[in-house]
């Protein structure tokens, strides 16, 4: 468990400083996911100099640096279309997520995109754990928004793979129980290599010499991709971007394509399993895509 001096805690509060202010700077225009990931590489590794493992570990434990990749998205979805005041929270804005109701829960959505042509409707739930609570949005409007979580794994990849899977498979689960044609998508980054956490304590960049186990994770995350039919396959998503990157090298570089994934031998020359519906360039636009299908066009702009 990390545990930091109150200097320290200041000293990580500067660093990470960095975020807000390429935000800021950024405006109107956003940021690009590869600006994004420059952004967490540089922040990270000044931490782990300044304040070694410790720090590294509560620097993540803040969210701060993940909440780089929900202003990518959401630059994203503006550069295919979406107005932008209808994006929850707003470009540059981490307050405002909205808590949606599903069947088991309610729980905030990392972004969410609200439509041109539903308003709200106050609902008293009826079903399962949730029955005799308010639902300020009603079932109507719920189904009609587009809701992306995203998450990250930095750190011991091979051992919670089936943890945090189960969890994203519920998470799609819960809404889709409740709103079957609900657009989802999920962003999940995992590193090529992890920052070597022993080397982090002496307050040195370094990584680990064994890769993630890559062709796992793209395994997994295919199998809850691409929901296509309303009536069957809740625990899937209607698109879900596994943001494979190498933070090891001097810019870190982003995996969009099998192609690629072989050309560094991340995965078997002869492997069949692909990467190339989930990356991030076609995110956005194939979720946009879904929606228009099952709700028309036109309902983000």
Known sequence: MAILTNADKARLAVIKSHFNDTITLAGVAGIGIQEAVNSIKKVLEETIIALGEDGKSALIKSQQPIKMIHEAVKTSFILNGVRPDLIKPELGQSAGELKLAGFLKKKNQDICILPNNEVPNLEILT?????????????????????????SQLSSLGNNIDTLYERTFAEAMN????????????????PVYEYNKHQAQINNVAWTTNQSPILTYIKAFSAINDRLSILSDDYKYERVCLLVVDFSKPIPKIYNTDAELKADN????????????????????????????????????
């Open 266 to 301: 991340l995965i078997p020359q002869n492997s069949t399993v692909s990467i190339n519906n989930l990356n991030f360039p076609t995110f956005t636009a194939e979720l946009l895509r879904a929606y228009s299908t099952r709700f028309g066009i036109d309902r983000f702009n």
């Open 127 to 151: 079903d399962g754990l949730l029955s005799g609570e308010r639902d300020v949005f009603g079932h109507s409007l719920t189904e009609k928004i587009l809701s992306v979580n995203v998450r």
């Open 175 to 190: 809404l889709h129980m409740r709103c079957k044609q609900m657009v989802l998508g999920e962003v999940y980054m995992i």
